[in-house]
C-alpha cells in the first residue's frame, strides 16, 4: 500500500526509532445519544534514546484527562485492514476496545464510516501540501462521521452509546504548531453533518505562513476549504475562550470546494478545558488545553442567502498559542 494515499495507517518509520524525534497519534471521538461527549488519542512518540506508546483520554462532562505510557514493544499497526493496537486496547475503522491499563473499558462498533475522498491532486484533506516533504505537522482526516454501537464503563458507571455518533482524525510529524486554532464536531441535529477547521502557525523553509484547512460533511458532499483551494480566511475575533471566523470561497468549486460567491460564518466557545500532552520534537512534552463540551454554529452562504445552518454543543476546540500569529 501507497501509505502517501492512506493517511489513515501508520507514516512513521517501521525501526519505531527517530534521530530527530516523530510523532504519529490518532483521534477518536464519541459522543452518545444522550450528550455525553469522550475522546481517546493512541499514538506513539519516537526518539533515538527513548520510543514509547501512549493512550490519553478526555471526558468532556468534567473535563478530566488522564494520560498512560506503554513500552513501544506493545504498539503494533496493520494496513489491510487498518488498525492500531497498543497493549490489548485495539482501534480499528469498525471497532474500539479498550480496557487494558486504562481508567475506560469496553468495546464500541463503528458503522459505515464516511472516508474523506482521496485523489491524486488531493491525497487527504492537506491537498497538494501533502507531497512537501518537510512539513513540521501533518493532517488526515479518517472518518468525517459515523454511528456507534455499545458502551463503555468509567469506574463503576456505565455510558450507553447506541445510536451515537463518532469522528476519526489524525496527526504526525515532528511537532504540533506552536499557534494553532482547531475545532470539530460531529454531534449535529444531522448525524450525517459533521465539520472541521484547523488554522496554524506553518514553518515554511525559514520563514512560516498562516494555513488552514477545513471541511463541512452535508451528508450528500463534503465541501472543502483550505488555503490550497484558494479560500480566504479572516479571524473576526479571538480570545481564549472563543473565536468567530468566516471563510470566503475562491474559483469555480472544482473538487467540492468552497467556490467564489460562497461564504462560511464559524462561531465556536467554550467552557470547561483539559489538559492534554502534545508532541514537541516527538516527546510528549508539551501541554495544551482542549475542550470537547464546546458549542459551534455553522453557516453556509451563497450569494447571501443561507443554504445551511446548524449549531451543536459536545464539540472539540483549542485555541493554542499566540493568536496574534494567526490573525
Same mark, same amino acid.
Given at each position: ?6 493517511? $489513515? ?13 516523530? #510523532? ?13 461527549? *469522550? ?30 505510557? =506503554? ?10 485492514? #487498518? ?11 469498525? =471497532?474500539?476496545?479498550?480496557? !487494558? ?58 455510558? !450507553? =452509546?447506541?445510536? %451515537? ?7 504526525? +510529524?515532528?511537532? =504540533? ?14 448525524? $450525517? ?12 523553509? @525559514?520563514?512560516?505562513?498562516?494555513? #488552514?484547512? %477545513?471541511?463541512?460533511? /452535508? ?5 472543502? #476549504? ?17 473565536? *468567530? ?7 469555480? +468549486? ?19 478545558? @483539559? ?17 470537547? !463540551? ?6 453556509? /452562504? ?21 493568536? %496574534?500569529?494567526?490573525?
Amino acid at each position: 500500500m501507497n501509505r502517501l494515499f492512506a493517511p $489513515h495507517v501508520y507514516q512513521g518509520p517501521r525501526s519505531l526509532h527517530h534521530k530527530k524525534g516523530y #510523532f504519529e497519534g490518532w483521534y477518536y471521538k464519541f459522543v452518545s445519544e444522550a450528550n455525553r461527549a *469522550y475522546a481517546i488519542i493512541p499514538g506513539v512518540s519516537l526518539k533515538k534514546d527513548r520510543s514509547f506508546a501512549f493512550i490519553q483520554t478526555i471526558n468532556g462532562e468534567t473535563g478530566k484527562t488522564t494520560y498512560t505510557e =506503554f513500552p513501544i514493544e506493545e504498539f503494533n499497526t496493520t494496513e489491510q485492514p #487498518f488498525s492500531v493496537s497498543i497493549g490489548k486496547n485495539l482501534f480499528s475503522y469498525s =471497532f474500539v476496545e479498550l480496557g !487494558d491499563r486504562l481508567p475506560v473499558k469496553g468495546t464500541l462498533d463503528l458503522i459505515n464510516p464516511r472516508k474523506y475522498k482521496i485523489a491524486l491532486s488531493r491525497p487527504g484533506i492537506m491537498g497538494w501540501y501533502r507531497y512537501v516533504p518537510v512539513m513540521e505537522c501533518y493532517h488526515g482526516v479518517v472518518s468525517t462521521g459515523h454511528q456507534l454501537s455499545g458502551s463503555l464503563e468509567f469506574g463503576s458507571e456505565r455510558v !450507553d =452509546f447506541q445510536n %451515537g455518533s463518532g469522528y476519526i482524525e489524525k496527526d504526525w +510529524g515532528t511537532s =504540533f504548531p506552536s499557534s494553532y486554532i482547531w475545532m470539530q464536531s460531529n454531534n449535529f441535529e444531522d448525524k $450525517h453533518h459533521s465539520f472541521m477547521l484547523s488554522v496554524a502557525r506553518i514553518p515554511w523553509f @525559514g520563514s512560516h505562513f498562516r494555513g #488552514f484547512l %477545513g471541511f463541512l460533511d /452535508l451528508g450528500s458532499h463534503i465541501l472543502t #476549504f483550505s488555503t490550497y483551494t484558494g479560500a480566504k480566511l479572516i479571524i473576526e475575533s479571538i480570545d481564549e475562550k472563543s473565536v *468567530y471566523i468566516t471563510v470566503e470561497g475562491h474559483g469555480p +468549486g472544482w473538487n467540492n470546494s468552497l467556490k467564489k460567491g460562497e461564504l462560511l460564518r464559524i462561531k465556536a466557545s467554550r467552557e470547561s478545558v @483539559g489538559q492534554l500532552l502534545a508532541p514537541a520534537t516527538g516527546s510528549m512534552d508539551r501541554r495544551i488545553g482542549e475542550s470537547i !463540551d464546546a458549542e459551534i454554529s455553522v453557516e453556509y /452562504l451563497r450569494a447571501g442567502e443561507v443554504l445551511y445552518e446548524g449549531k451543536t454543543r459536545n464539540s472539540g476546540l483549542e485555541i493554542v498559542g499566540d493568536s %496574534g500569529e494567526l490573525v
